[in-house]
């Protein structure tokens, strides 16, 4: 079945930076990928997501790319804040008979530095 | 409009006992999917319900299931708790299977001692 890999699992960054978290996953059936970011004591919040068929989407400050060749996405972060201080959870969903269920990463706590 | 709503918040069980974990989607959505997130860890699958339908189960033992009503609300039942059940349950709501974007509720904080 589906697996995805995420890294770093931690990352600190000072206001202002950008901030990279990389995904890979190995089932070639893979066509939605969606990020989530988790603050602490709350429900993971759907932030961006691609599908296959698409190589880039930007949504502010936030953008997603997507290799499929290599099998691997990326979170992009610019001019990050504090408020980006959260859990960064990436997902692949499984194709076949149970399309649509996602599996997830293990997360990148991003910290932002003031 | 409502987002998707989880009950109860919190709960406390003993080893053996049986829980019921109740999720409401957002208005017009008719797929449910149950995800258990255990601390430090991300969210893992454990069903999806669509149209009262079974259509996809993860990785988890026959103690655990699920069902869904005619108002797509939906219900996580888990039998013989164990201590490694304790986590975050959380259900997702998408409009229809297949369609891949999914919106969580708060979840419910699953204690087992």
């Known amino acids: 079945g589906e697996n995805v890999e995420q890294h770093p699992s931690t990352l600190s960054v000072q206001e202002g930076d950008s901030a990279v978290i990389k995904c890979t996953y190995s089932d070639s059936a893979s066509n939605y990928f969606p990020w989530y970011k988790q603050e602490l004591g709350k429900r993971p919040q759907l932030i961006i997501d691609i599908r296959s068929n698409v190589g880039e989407k930007k949504d502010q400050r936030i953008a997603v790319t997507l290799n499929k060749t290599a099998k691997h996405f990326s979170l992009h972060i610019t001019e990050t804040q504090p408020e980006d201080s959260a859990v960064y959870f990436c997902?692949?969903?499984?194709?076949?008979?149970?399309?649509?269920?996602?599996?997830f990463g293990k997360g990148t706590k991003l910290s932002v530095k003031p | 409009d409502a987002g998707v709503t989880q009950s109860p918040t919190h709960l406390i069980k003993t080893r053996g006992q049986q829980v019921t974990l109740r999720c409401s989607p957002i208005s017009g959505h008719k797929s449910v999917s149950w995800y258990q997130q255990v601390l430090g860890q991300g969210p893992q699958f454990i069903f999806q319900?669509?149209?009262?339908?079974?259509?996809g189960r993860g990785n988890f033992p026959d103690r655990f299931s699920a069902r869904q009503f005619p108002n797509y609300s939906s219900e996580l039942n888990v039998n013989a708790l164990l201590l490694g059940d304790s986590a975050l349950y959380l259900c997702?709501?998408?409009?229809?299977?297949?369609?891949?974007?999914?919106?969580f509720g708060p979840g419910t904080r699953l204690t087992v001692t």
């Open positions: 997902a692949g969903a499984m194709g076949g008979g149970s399309q649509g269920n996602l599996i």
């Open positions: 319900y669509y149209e009262k339908e079974e259509r």
């Open positions: 997702a709501s998408s409009l229809k299977w297949g369609d891949s974007e999914q919106y």
